[in-house]
C-alpha cells in the first residue's frame, strides 16, 4: 500500500513509519517539527528512517490546506494514518490558541483532502483523555464523553466528531483510536516515563500528582504498532444508512497501573530511588485510565502484551544510550537519606 502518515517525526508516527516499510508498503510523512519539545529529538527519530529506502519526509504544517492538497495531488494513497497534533494536557492550559490551530483545522484540512481524493481508509488518533471526569471504569467507547477535563481532550472528541460527520455526509471511511497513554523507546519528553527517568538518574525529585494517587493504562508502544497495523486493512464499511463507516477503538494494555507501582518499575531499571515530591492533583488531569479492549480484540485478533517491567526496562535501556547515560556504581537509596 501507499500510505501517508502525518506526523511522522513524532514517537508513534516513526515507530508506525519503520514497522510499515518493514512490510513492504511506501510511506510518505508529513510533520512540521515545531518546538513543543525538543526539535533535536524529532530529528534523530528521522534520521533512524534515513535507510529505509520506501519511506520519504517532507515538512509540512497541517494548517497549510494548499501544501496539503498539493500532495495528494501528486501521488494517490491508499491510506492517510494521521497521527499529527498538538499534544499535552497541561501545555493546553496556557496555549489553547495552538490547539485549536493543530487539532481542529489540521484535522479539518486532512478530513477534507481526504474527501476530495476518495482515500480508501482514514486512521486518525484520538486520546483516552476524551473520557475526563467519567468515573465508570474500564472506559468503554460506548460510554458518553461529553465531560472533558481540558481543552486538548475537547479537540480529541470534536475530531472523532468531525470524523463521524464525513463518514455519514461523503461516505469517508474513518478509524478512531484513542490511545491510552503510550510509553516506551523514542518516547516523548513530557511524559512520565522519560520525565522520571531523567530525574531519577540525575538525583532531582519527581513530581508526583495527587500525593501518587494515580493509574494509567500504560501502553507499549510496539503494541500501539500493532494494534494500527492490525486494523489497517479493515477498512469501516456503510452497514445501514444510519451507519455511516466510521469505527471507535480503545488501543491500551487492558489494565491500569499505580503510579507508585510505574515509579517503582523505574527504580528497578534505573537501580537508582526516586526523590518522591507529592504534589496535589492538576487541573485537567484524571485520576485513573482503564481502557476496555473487548472490541479491538474482536475486530483483530490481538491483545497488548508487553507488561509496564518490561517496557520500561527497555526504555531506560534506549534512554542511557541515547543520552549516554551510565548507572552509578554506587546510588543513593533516598529514602533511607530520609529525602523521600
Known sequence: MHILITGMAGFIGHALAR??????????????????????????????????????FRLLDLTDAEGLQRLLDESHFDCVIHLAAQAGVRHSLSHPEVYGQANLIGHMNVLEACRRHAIGHLIYASSSSVYGLNNKIPFSTKDNVDQPASLYAATKKSNELMAHSYSHLYGLPTTGLRFF??????????????????????????????????????????DIVEGIVRLLPLVPSREAPSAPPYRLYNIGYGRPVNLMEFVEAIERATGKMAIRDYQPMQPGDIQHTWADTAPLYAATGFQPRIDVATGVERFVSWYRTYYHTVSPATTTDARRAGLA
Not at 526539535?39 to 520519504?56: H, S
Request: hydrophobic share 35%.
Open 19 to 56: 514497522r510499515l516499510a518493514a512490510d513492504d508498503h511506501s510511506i510518505v510523512g508529513i510533520d512540521n517539527l515545531n518546538s513543543y519539545y525538543d526539535v533535536t529529538l524529532k530529528q534523530a527519530r528521522l534520521n533512524e528512517l534515513d535507510d529505509l529506502a520506501n519511506v520519504q
Open 181 to 222: 497513554t503510550v510509553y516506551g523507546p523514542w518516547g516523548r519528553p513530557d511524559m512520565a516515563l522519560f520525565r522520571f527517568t531523567r530525574n531519577i538518574l540525575e538525583g532531582r525529585p519527581v513530581e508526583l500528582y495527587n500525593r501518587g494517587d494515580m493509574s494509567r493504562d500504560f501502553t507499549y508502544i510496539d
